[in-house]
C-alpha cells in the first residue's frame, strides 16, 4: 500500500511533539558539574617528591611547554674514603598550558610516577601567560587526582603485586622446607616409629620440599 | 465624555495586548522550541525558567547602536519597521475577543479592513529591501514581494468563503452567524487560510525571504538595534493576530461552552492553541525552496481556495 501524501507531514509533526515530552538531555554545567571519567585529560598535575629531574618529559613534550630547571647538590661519602653522593634537586617545574596539548606523553613517559592527569578543567584565565603553571601550582593539581580505577576482573597481575607475591610465595616454602628438613632429622634420629606413617600423601610434601630447596 | 473614556480605555486595552501577547508568543517560541529540540532553552534572565528572556533581549536591542547605510534611502529606511509593525496594532482593534461588544471597535466591514491592513505589513519588509542599498535586502524584498503575491490570493478567497457563508464582513456578524458544523464545513479552507498566513508573516518553513543562511536575512540585513527588534516584534505581533484571525473566521472565536460568561476566555485559548501550532510547524518542517514556495501557493493552495468558495456557493444555496 502506497504511503497516505502527507504523513510524512503528520510523522514530523510527531516527532517534535514527543521529543517535547520527554526529558531534555541538557546539563546545567555551571550549575551542577558535570561527571568525568577518572582518566579525563584535565589539567597535568605534578607529584614533586617522585621527580628525579630525569628530563624525559621535557624532551619527549612535542610542544616543549614544560620547562625544568634543576642543579646538583652533593653529600659526602656514606663511609670514609668513599665517593661523594650527587643528586637532582628541583628548582623549577612549569608546564605552560597554552602551548600543552594534552597528548600526555609527559605522563606516559614519566618513569617515576610524577605526573598525573586530574580531571580539573576549569583554569581559563584572562591573561595568556597565567596558563603557565609553576610547580606550586602543578603540586595543588596532584591533590585533585582521583585514586586510580580498580583494574578489570580478567586483567593481569600489575607487576609490583606480581613481584612481592611471588617473593612471600617463595618465603613461606623455605621456610616450610626447613621445617619439614628438621621433622626428618627428628624422624632418622628414632626409627622405626615414623615408617608406618610414610605412605603417598607425604610423598607429596616431599616433592614439594625437594621443589622448595631448589629454589631456595 | 462616557464614550471618550470607554474609546480611550478600549484603546489602551489593545496596546496593552500589543505590548504583551508578542511577547508571551515569543517566550513560548524560546521554551517550545527548546524542549522539541530536547535542549531547555533560555533559563537565567529573570529566574524561573528564563521568563525575562526577551526583556533582557529588549534590553540588549535598546543599547545598539542604530545604523543606517551610508547609500540607502534614509527616510524609507527609518520608516520601513513602523510601516511594517503598526498595521497589526490596527488589526488587533477589530478583532472581537467575546459576546456582546468585547472588542476594541465594531468596523461594519472588518474583514476587508483586516485583510487590507495585513497586506500593509508585509510592504514593510519591501521598503526595507529595497532602502537599504543592499542587493541581498534586494533579493529578500522582491522574493518577500514574489511570496506576498501568492498567498495574499488564497488568503483573500478563503476568507471570502467565511464571510459568504455568514453573509456579512463584519467580524462580530461572522461570530454572531457561527454554528459549530462551520469548522468541518470550511476545514480546507481553514487551513489554506492558515498556511497563507505563515507565508505571510515569513515564518518558518516560508520564510526563504529572509533565509539567514542563504541571504543572510534578506530585507533585514542592514538593520540594528531597536529597528530590527521592531521588525522581530512585528513577526510575533504578527503571529498572534493571524492566530485571532484564524480563530475568529474558522474556530468559532468566543463560541464554546459558558460562552456567555467566558467568551473571551475560548478566544484567548484557540488562539494560544494555534499559536503553538506555528512553533509547532517551525521546529518541525525545513525551509521551502524559492520556487516550491510559489509552486505551494500557486498549484496547491489557491485552487483549494477556489473549491472551498465554490463548496460554500453550494451549501449556502442548498439551506437557503
Sequence with gaps: MP?????????GLAVTLRTMTKRTVTAQYPDTQPELPPRSRGVIALFEENCTVCMLCARECPDWCIYIDSHKETAPPAAPGGRERSRNVLDRFAIDFSLCMYCGICIEVCPFDALFWSPEFEYAETDILDLTHERDKLRDWMWTVPAPPALDPAA??????????????????????????????????????????????????????EQGKGDA | MNDTLD????????????????????????????????????????????????????????????????????????????????????????IPVGPNGFVGQTVDAGLI?????????????LMAGWASANKFSLLGGLRTAAQLMAYE???????????????????????????????????????????????????????????????????YTEYTGLRFALFLLAEYAGIVV????????????????????????????????????????????????????????????IPLSLAQIALTGVVKVVIS
Design chain 2, 113 to 125: 479592513l483586516v485583510l487590507a491592513v495585513m497586506g500593509v505589513g508585509v510592504l514593510g519588509s
Design chain 2, 7 to 94: 474609546v480611550v480605555l478600549r484603546l489602551v486595552a489593545v496596546l496593552v495586548v500589543f505590548l504583551t501577547f508578542p511577547l508571551l508568543v515569543g517566550q513560548a517560541e524560546h521554551k517550545v522550541m527548546a524542549h522539541m529540540q530536547g535542549r531547555l532553552g533560555p533559563m537565567y534572565a529573570g529566574g524561573f525558567h528564563g521568563w525575562a528572556q526577551l526583556v533582557a533581549d529588549g534590553v540588549k536591542f535598546a543599547q545598539k547602536e542604530d545604523i543606517v547605510p551610508a547609500d540607502a534611502d534614509r527616510r524609507v529606511f527609518q520608516l520601513a519597521p513602523a510601516v511594517a509593525l503598526l498595521p497589526y496594532l490596527l488589526v488587533l482593534i477589530v
Design chain 2, 153 to 219: 490570493l488564497p488568503m483573500l478567497l478563503t476568507a471570502a468563503s467565511v464571510a459568504m457563508a455568514a453573509g456579512t464582513l463584519s467580524l462580530p456578524g461572522i461570530l454572531d452567524g457561527y454554528h459549530w458544523w462551520w469548522t468541518p464545513w470550511q476545514l480546507v479552507g481553514g487551513l489554506v487560510f492558515f498556511t497563507a498566513g505563515l507565508a505571510e508573516l515569513q515564518r518558518p518553513p516560508f520564510d526563504m525571504p529572509v533565509a539567514d543562511s542563504e541571504i543572510i536575512f534578506g530585507a
Design chain 2, 242 to 301: 493571524l492566530c485571532a484571525l484564524t480563530t475568529v473566521l474558522f474556530l468559532g472565536g468566543w463560541h464554546g461552552p459558558w460562552s456567555g460568561s467566558a467568551g473571551w476566555v475560548w478566544t484567548l485559548v484557540k488562539t494560544a492553541l494555534l499559536a503553538f501550532v506555528v512553533i509547532w510547524l517551525r521546529v518541525s518542517y525545513p525551509r521551502l525552496r524559492e520556487d516550491q514556495l510559489q509552486k505551494l501557493a500557486w498549484t496547491v493552495l
Design chain 1, 3 to 11: 504511503p497516505i501524501p502527507g504523513s510524512g507531514l503528520a510523522k
Design chain 1, 156 to 209: 593481569e597481575e600489575p607487576k609490583e603485586i606480581a613481584a612481592a607475591r611471588k617473593a612471600a610465595e617463595k618465603a613461606e616454602k623455605a621456610a616450610a622446607a626447613a621445617a619439614a628438613e628438621e621433622q626428618n632429622a627428628a624422624e632418622q634420629a628414632a626409627p622405626g616409629q615414623g615408617a608406618p606413617e610414610r605412605g603417598a600423601p607425604e610423598r607429596g610434601d616431599g616433592q614439594s620440599d
